[in-house]
């Protein structure tokens, strides 16, 4: 490969890169994976496509134009291309090296900055851009922002997000941190459990769910106060000093917990940080799972939910093609006594959340969102389980958007229904040592 010394490419693209870049064949495999190229058709908007981008920038062939960025902005780095590809090329670790040389060299907006920076690795600020958009939800001023005149004072992308929001709750986990969960039944061993940055303000539900389902099963649950966002969203960005700031933090708290396993119930959380610790040497990265890992081996007795409502499961993309898990969530589902499990035709295609991809690419975004929902609709089924935030929001944006019956829950969620149903397992306030 000849290589100019001035491509933009050559400041992130290093042996290592360079490596994987040729490791493709062109083979096109990987073109019916993916979610952009099959909804536009378009070549460059495909993994080969933007293979060979890369490629031609980094050989000097074309410049780093806004053509070239926006077929790489495009990319949801969803993997299901490294999933489909028969020569294993590590398509999102280039994709993110890429946007890397474009962030040197083309500054983001202020305000795109600002919340990479400054809002996300703080839950101060967090919670309080939460309170205000609790405090709009209350007074409905979410819905009056899409009427005239307000709905021209509001920028699109901004009314998107609003709408798109669940319901902010009361209370984020964080009030639960540092303190250490007993495990009531027969111990197990012992788990730390990473919480994320958004999730904390957002699902918090989904984290007690998490604790609840930890301690019944035997195990001693501790949650650090200290750990910080994961910096997927970073990475994807191509933010790499923020990326690695975050990663170095997290992993030297996480590092310090003498906890069996390091539990994770974020698809795209657990798929960067496990991704991230294959690049360093660290002790960690076996004891790294996500919950459905753990929770699949485990003998586990939850009762039926009752009415058998037909469950559709939807698998998140950074579990999917980005951790390699698939049957555990379906292994787990299967625990719940008659249990009515129905297929869902493309639950392997991405739903359109992808991190910030919903707001930052909002009209490819809402054409995979529309797409996925046909298919939860033709499926019948009247509860869609997913594992991952970021696509329980998209998927509960969708539903209220066509405004159908359908209820979407996090795994975690459901399952720990199941068990409430028995009056043994506990209920908050969760059990304290
Ligand atoms: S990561 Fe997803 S969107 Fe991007 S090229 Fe691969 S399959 Fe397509
Ligand atoms: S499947 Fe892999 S080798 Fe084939 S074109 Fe796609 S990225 Fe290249």
Request: charged residues 20%; glycine residues 6%.
């Amino acid at each position: 490969m000849s290589e100019t010394v001035t491509s933009p490419l050559s400041r992130t693209f290093h042996a290592e890169e360079k490596r994987l870049l040729q490791e493709c064949i062109h083979c096109g495999f990987c073109l019916p994976a993916c979610p952009t190229y099959m909804e536009n058709g378009k070549e460059m908007d495909s993994p080969r496509g933007r293979l060979h981008l890369m490629e031609s920038l980094l050989e000097g062939r074309m410049n780093l134009d806004s053509a070239f960025e926006e077929h790489m902005k495009l990319c949801l780095v969803c993997r299901a291309c490294e999933t489909a590809c028969p020569s294993g090329v590590q398509f999102g670790h280039l994709m993110e090296a890429t946007r890397q040389s474009i962030a040197e060299v083309k500054q983001k907006g202020r305000l795109e900055r600002f919340l990479l920076q400054t809002v996300l690795p703080s839950h101060r600020w967090l919670s309080f851009l939460f309170t205000i958009t609790r405090v709009i939800q209350i007074l409905r001023l979410d819905k009056l922002s899409t009427v005239p005149p307000l709905s021209l004072l509001v920028p699109k992308k901004l009314r998107q997000l609003q709408l798109s929001l669940p319901t902010v709750p009361p209370r984020r986990f964080g009030r639960s941190y540092d303190v250490h969960y007993r495990a009531i039944r027969k111990q197990r061993g012992t788990v730390t459990l990473f919480t994320g940055c958004v999730m904390d303000h957002l699902f918090p539900h989904v984290h007690t769910a998490t604790v609840r389902l930890l301690t019944w099963h035997g195990y001693d649950v501790t949650i650090p106060s200290d750990q910080a966002c994961c910096g997927a969203l970073h990475a994807h960005a191509g933010e790499k000093s923020m990326t690695s700031f975050l990663a170095d933090q997290n992993i030297s708290i996480l590092d310090n917990c003498n906890s069996d396993y390091i539990v994770i119930n974020s698809a795209g959380c657990g798929s960067h940080l496990k991704s991230y610790l294959t690049y360093i040497d660290s002790g960690i990265s076996s004891r790294v799972v996500d919950l459905s890992e753990l929770l699949a081996v485990i003998e586990m007795k939850p009762k039926a939910i009752g009415p058998t409502d037909p469950v559709a499961y939807d698998e998140p993309c950074h579990l999917l093609h980005g951790q390699g898990i698939s049957t555990q969530p379906k292994t787990i589902l299967e625990k719940i006594p008659e249990i009515n499990l129905v297929p869902l035709k493309g639950s392997d295609r991405c739903c359109g959340s992808a991190g910030s991809y919903s707001i930052t690419e909002t009209e490819m975004s809402l054409k995979l969102l529309d797409a996925k929902m046909d298919d939860i609709e033709a499926s019948g089924a009247a509860i869609v389980v997913t594992a991952n935030p970021g696509c329980q929001m998209q998927l509960n944006w969708g539903v209220k958007r066509r405004g159908i019956n359908v209820e979407v829950l996090h795994l975690a969620e459901l399952l720990d229904k199941c068990f409430r149903i028995d009056p043994s397992y506990p209920t908050d306030p969760l059990v304290l040592d």
